[in-house]
């Protein structure tokens, strides 16, 4: 079966039509809110809220439509400059191919793009229209996603829990707890004491038999991130995540053969296979973290998990428990151990995305395999309502 045609959308920020109303799914969350370190936190302006510089363009949703009218569907975060290369460049080259050649068809996408691309946008372009095709296909194949991937690897998947509002969440049995560190270098000492104070709290709340992992979003360095291990080492962490801007590879392997009380996490912010074998060829860290909307799609995952497999390193994807493709490979793959998930909004709401149905919550702390067909999500009734379609044609001049 072909490709018969590609259509690409951004989210709008309201409903259209509606006075606005927030919604955590489509507006800044949390994460963007809070006083949390991060690249930026050396210039003052910005430190305060991660929304005062981010600013990609909203979700790319695609919809890959094949010659009988079934279509796939995937997304990423890269925004207007994402769906402007689907929507202009590789809309172009894939029309008419088979759905099935996954592998050709990103090799297509991965070779066009090497002019402008490799890493950023035009990687989290391929990932969107990745994820769409590995659903088409499943969906052709009238089975579930982990079952084209390759089958369930496991029954169960245990999840942690990233976010500060420990109160709330202590108590829906999550293996874990990730806390967003508020402070980096820049604040001094008085923000490594704010660091040690909100994991000693935390430690306090949930007991000793669960874990507690930090989310550093770049903003560390090796200095400091040795001082703060060996501050925290009494509170037992699992494991230190993203301390260091992610090109400092020679950094994360200094990190890793220095610190030995806790174990480090990187990778949400890596591109393709190429730069997690620079990881891992320096052994820069024990636990490798792709994003899979961001650095290639289901299709490069699954590389990266059989580079990491020859080292012995889990795979833990960013953000895989709130994505229905990753959570479909987190069961095909035998090197995933756990998934993360986050609490944007009221826990495990019936429906907590204006956009796709279907999305599947963890029960108790565990997920099991996500039912449906494909990737088991479709558009909502509404969701053209927040939907802006990206044609790709450029104006006359």
Not at 199 to 205: A, G, N
Not at 280 to 306: F, S
Request: glycine share 10%.
């Amino acid at each position: 079966m072909k490709i018969a045609d590609i259509k690409v959308y951004l989210t709008g920020p309201y409903k259209k039509g509606e006075p606005p109303v927030q919604h955590y799914r489509i507006n800044p969350s949390w994460l963007s809110r809070t006083e949390i370190a991060n690249p930026m936190s050396i210039h003052p302006e910005f430190r305060p809220r991660r929304e005062m510089w981010l600013g990609m363009g909203g979700r790319t949703i695609v919809q890959v439509i094949a010659e009988d009218g079934s279509y796939g569907l995937g997304e990423s975060a890269g925004g207007r400059a994402s769906a402007e290369i689907i929507a202009q460049h590789f809309k172009k080259l894939l029309i008419g191919r088979e759905v099935h050649e996954v592998e050709r068809n990103w090799d297509i996408m991965w070779r066009a793009s090497m002019p402008y691309g490799r890493k950023g946008s035009p990687v989290m372009a391929i990932s969107a229209v990745d994820y769409a095709l590995w659903d088409l296909l499943a969906k052709t194949r009238k089975e579930p996603l982990y079952v084209s991937l390759g089958g369930a690897a496991k029954d169960t998947v245990q999840c942690y829990l990233t976010g500060n509002n420990i109160e709330e969440t202590k108590d829906h049995g999550f293996m874990g707890h990730k806390l967003a560190m508020p402070y980096g270098p820049a604040s001094g000492r008085k923000g490594m004491n704010g660091n040690v104070e909100l994991v000693k709290q935390t430690r306090e709340m949930i007991g000793w038999d669960v874990e507690i992992m930090l989310d550093c979003y770049m903003a560390w360095d090796v200095e400091y991130t040795i001082r703060m291990a060996a501050l925290l080492e009494p509170y037992r962490l699992k494991w230190i995540e993203e301390v260091l801007p992610p090109d400092d590879y020679e950094g994360y392997s200094i990190l890793n053969k220095k610190i030995a009380s806790t174990a480090i996490a990187t990778g949400e912010h890596e591109y393709s296979r190429f730069g997690f074998q620079q990881l891992l060829d320096v052994r820069g860290c024990e636990i490798l973290q792709p994003d899979v909307q961001w650095c290639g799609g289901l299709t490069e995952t699954k590389k990266i998990c059989a580079l990491a497999s020859t080292k012995a390193i889990p795979v833990i994807p960013h953000g895989g428990g709130l994505r229905p493709w990753d959570l479909a490979l987190i069961f095909a793959e035998v090197g995933i151990p756990y998934a993360e998930y986050f609490i944007f909004g009221e826990f495990n709401q019936p429906n907590p995305d204006p956009i796709f149905t279907g999305i599947h919550f963890p029960v108790d702390g565990w997920f099991t395999p996500p039912p449906g067909i494909g990737a088991g999500i479709d558009f909502t009734p509404d969701a053209h309502d927040y939907l802006y379609e990206i044609t790709g044609e450029l104006p006359n001049n």
